[in-house]
């Protein structure tokens, strides 16, 4: 199936739903907190009816599934429609995720202390969806649709407790989705010679997330959201799927605005790279090419032990020294930019190209991946220490780099130093998928820079890769072992989360305590500085990052 018509190949035909239908009864004072009661928590869909519970002032439904399994004969193919069920289907816990390698964090105790990470069954019957929503059928309110960071591998749609909807739904009057879509080799194995019926089996991870659309514009009215009004936004791996998205013929109407949240320096494939990765696997799991029943019929652990095998022999190993730029040497299991399911920007074979008419918010942390979590000795670094790796980081240039971000903040302590350095490649992917935004003469383009940092740990993790995800979704409260839990936090948590619900209503970020958020223009990148007291900056670090080319 192409990508075209994959929107309506999934476009299931919807019931007649409309603000007639049923309403939410207003919840009893005398009722408890969780609700189950059947005349307040079932709703219809295209495939049948769903009962999920109410929180409070919020209906949730989880594990809803919004395309078929995708094991079987249904492995390395794009997504087919759900079968419609009789009578009313649970919903009422997540339901099974991607299969994937969760990594190591967990193994490490400050790293699992601030995520907490919530553990599923992995399964392929793994297309499923959450929803929040402050009513049923009875309004049509912004729609918000997360997607999940973890790169192109791993996570899920409720991996850890900042993406929960709760609040944002409550507090901003918006309709949140999370959902799970297929990772690694299941979800970008590349099979496009193999010919009919898997010509985008390099991308159906991403056809997932079109196919999760596509059931939000079918469905969401339903649960009280307005499919006019829908806004992608993710964070990591996750922004970069909002960027393939943008490039992708088969999303395009089914949003309308977009955020990517520390994930512009994303990394996808071209047809040689996602080509000669599938080639080093097939020879690898010694299949020949073509015998797709072989290929169906492996245990998910033999194709990712394969898989890592491969990873390992063909990729530079990993001795500790971060450098995001090492990603564009690597070859993983990501979308490739073929053409077909996801357009290239030209001139660029391997850049999704962007979509001119969707207003854009983009931005990164401070302090990204370069941080003391599990590693309380940074904060000891020297000097020397310092100098070294910044000539490691800039070979011929480290002496310069070190004066060019001192001249700003000349007290810095040297692992704060070091932290910027490596992690001013992410804010320069940033600035730079700005200004191919400007190139392309396309909607309004927002930037932030989140400097705000935990006390957690004495203030060991800094801003760190993750830490404005609850902002976004006021949990800061409710993640306190990300964020302290502190009114500072909160306050912080409450204008970032209006400014998003603002956007996703009118497509211009704002809330009261803001300042007036500037788009940029092409002879200028502002950035909303998020931190305690947020305020509109200039391109304050250009030379900084400048000494680094």
Same mark, same amino acid.
């Given at each position: 199936?192409?990508?075209?018509?994959?929107? *309506?190949?999934?476009?299931?035909? #919807?019931?007649?739903?409309?603000?007639?239908?049923?309403? *939410?009864?207003?919840?009893?004072?005398?009722?408890?907190?969780?609700?189950?009661?059947?005349?307040?928590?079932?709703?219809?869909?295209?495939?049948?009816?769903?009962?999920?519970?109410?929180?409070?002032?919020?209906?949730?439904?989880?594990?809803?599934?919004?395309?078929?399994?995708?094991?079987?004969?249904?492995?390395?193919?794009?997504?087919?429609?759900?079968? /419609?069920?009789?009578?009313?289907?649970?919903?009422?816990?997540?339901? /099974?995720?991607?299969?994937?390698?969760?990594?190591?964090?967990?193994?490490?105790?400050?790293?699992?202390?601030?995520?907490?990470?919530?553990?599923?069954?992995?399964?392929?019957?793994?297309? !499923?969806?959450?929803?929040?929503?402050?009513?049923?059928?009875?309004?049509?309110?912004?729609?918000?649709?997360?997607?999940?960071?973890?790169?192109?591998?791993?996570?899920?749609?409720?991996?850890?407790?900042?993406?929960?909807?709760?609040?944002?739904?409550?507090?901003?009057?918006?309709?949140?989705?999370?959902?799970?879509?297929?990772? =690694?080799?299941?979800?970008?194995?590349?099979?496009?010679?193999?010919?009919?019926?898997?010509?985008?089996?390099?991308?159906?991870?991403? @056809?997932?997330?079109?196919?999760?659309?596509?059931?939000?514009?079918?469905?969401?009215?339903?649960?009280?959201? $307005? #499919?006019?009004?829908?806004?992608?936004?993710?964070?990591?791996?996750?922004?970069?799927?909002?960027?393939?998205?943008?490039?992708?013929?088969?999303?395009?109407?089914?949003?309308?605005?977009?955020?990517?949240?520390?994930?512009?320096?994303?990394?996808?494939? *071209?047809?040689?790279?996602?080509?000669?990765?599938?080639?080093?696997?097939?020879?690898? @799991?010694?299949?020949?090419?073509?015998?797709?029943?072989?290929?169906?019929?492996? /245990?998910? #652990?033999?194709? !990712?032990?394969?898989?890592?095998?491969?990873?390992?022999?063909? =990729?530079?190993?990993? $001795?500790?020294?971060?450098?995001?730029?090492?990603?564009? %040497?690597?070859? =993983?299991?990501?979308?490739?930019?073929?053409?077909?399911?996801?357009?290239?920007?030209?001139?660029?074979?391997?850049?999704?190209?962007?979509?001119?008419?969707? #207003?854009?918010?983009?931005?990164?942390?401070?302090?990204?991946?370069?941080?003391?979590?599990?590693?309380?000795?940074?904060?000891?670094?020297?000097? %020397?220490?310092?100098?070294?790796?910044?000539?490691?980081?800039?070979?011929?240039?480290?002496?310069?780099?070190? !004066?060019?971000?001192?001249?700003?903040?000349? $007290?810095?302590?040297?692992?704060?130093?070091?932290?910027?350095?490596?992690?001013?490649?992410?804010?320069?992917?940033?600035?730079? %998928?700005?200004?191919?935004?400007?190139?392309?003469?396309?909607?309004?383009?927002?930037?932030?820079?989140?400097?705000?940092?935990?006390?957690?740990?004495?203030?060991?993790?800094?801003?760190?890769?993750?830490?404005?995800?609850?902002?976004?979704? $006021? =949990?800061?409260?409710?993640?306190?072992?990300?964020?302290?839990?502190?009114?500072?936090?909160?306050?912080?948590?409450?204008?970032?989360?209006?400014?998003?619900?603002?956007?996703?209503?009118?497509?211009?970020?704002?809330?009261?305590?803001?300042?007036?958020?500037?788009?940029?223009?092409?002879?200028?990148?502002?950035?909303?500085?998020?931190?305690?007291?947020?305020?509109?900056?200039?391109?304050?670090?250009?030379?900084?990052?400048?000494?680094?080319?």
């Amino acid at each position: 199936m192409t990508g075209a018509a994959l929107a *309506t190949g999934l476009a299931l035909c #919807p019931a007649s739903a409309s603000l007639a239908d049923a309403k *939410t009864p207003a919840p009893n004072p005398a009722n408890p907190e969780i609700s189950t009661d059947p005349a307040q928590v079932t709703a219809r869909t295209a495939s049948g009816r769903l009962r999920g519970y109410r929180k409070g002032r919020i209906t949730i439904f989880k594990g809803v599934p919004y395309a078929a399994p995708t094991g079987g004969a249904n492995r390395f193919r794009p997504p087919r429609p759900v079968a /419609p069920w009789h009578g009313v289907r649970s919903a009422l816990h997540y339901g /099974p995720i991607a299969p994937q390698d969760k990594g190591t964090g967990r193994l490490n105790d400050e790293e699992a202390f601030i995520f907490r990470w919530n553990d599923a069954v992995e399964d392929e019957d793994c297309l !499923r969806l959450n929803i929040w929503t402050p009513g049923l059928y009875d309004a049509r309110r912004p729609v918000l649709v997360w997607l999940h960071g973890g790169g192109f591998a791993a996570g899920s749609g409720h991996d850890i407790p900042a993406f929960d909807g709760e609040n944002v739904a409550r507090t901003g009057d918006a309709v949140v989705v999370t959902l799970n879509h297929r990772l =690694n080799l299941l979800g970008f194995l590349d099979l496009s010679s193999w010919g009919e019926g898997f010509e985008d089996s390099g991308n159906v991870g991403m @056809l997932d997330i079109v196919a999760a659309l596509a059931w939000v514009r079918d469905n969401i009215a339903r649960f009280g959201g $307005d #499919p006019d009004r829908v806004t992608i936004f993710g964070q990591s791996g996750g922004g970069a799927k909002v960027t393939a998205l943008m490039a992708m013929p088969a999303a395009r109407g089914l949003f309308h605005r977009a955020a990517i949240l520390s994930g512009s320096f994303a990394m996808f494939n *071209t047809p040689d790279r996602s080509a000669q990765l599938s080639a080093l696997l097939l020879a690898e @799991l010694g299949i020949a090419k073509g015998d797709i029943a072989a290929l169906q019929a492996l /245990p998910y #652990p033999t194709l !990712r032990a394969a898989a890592e095998r491969v990873t390992a022999k063909i =990729n530079p190993g990993f $001795d500790g020294f971060i450098d995001v730029r090492r990603i564009a %040497q690597m070859l =993983n299991f990501a979308p490739v930019v073929d053409g077909r399911s996801i357009l290239p920007t030209p001139g660029a074979p391997g850049v999704p190209l962007t979509d001119p008419k969707v #207003p854009l918010i983009i931005g990164s942390t401070l302090n990204e991946f370069v941080t003391g979590i599990n590693q309380p000795e940074v904060e000891a670094m020297t000097e %020397q220490v310092l100098h070294a790796r910044a000539e490691r980081f800039a070979p011929g240039r480290g002496d310069a780099v070190v !004066r060019a971000f001192s001249a700003v903040t000349p $007290d810095a302590a040297p692992f704060d130093l070091w932290s910027r350095i490596a992690t001013a490649p992410i804010r320069q992917a940033v600035i730079d %998928q700005a200004k191919r935004r400007i190139a392309a003469d396309a909607a309004p383009t927002y930037l932030y820079w989140f400097t705000w940092a935990t006390p957690i740990l004495e203030g060991r993790p800094r801003s760190f890769h993750c830490l404005d995800i609850p902002f976004w979704f $006021d =949990n800061a409260a409710a993640c306190a072992s990300m964020t302290g839990g502190g009114s500072a936090a909160r306050a912080l948590a409450k204008q970032m989360s209006q400014a998003l619900v603002a956007f996703a209503a009118t497509g211009v970020p704002s809330a009261s305590a803001l300042p007036v958020w500037l788009p940029v223009t092409a002879g200028a990148f502002p950035s909303l500085r998020l931190d305690t007291g947020p305020r509109m900056i200039a391109e304050i670090d250009a030379a900084e990052r400048a000494s680094l080319k």
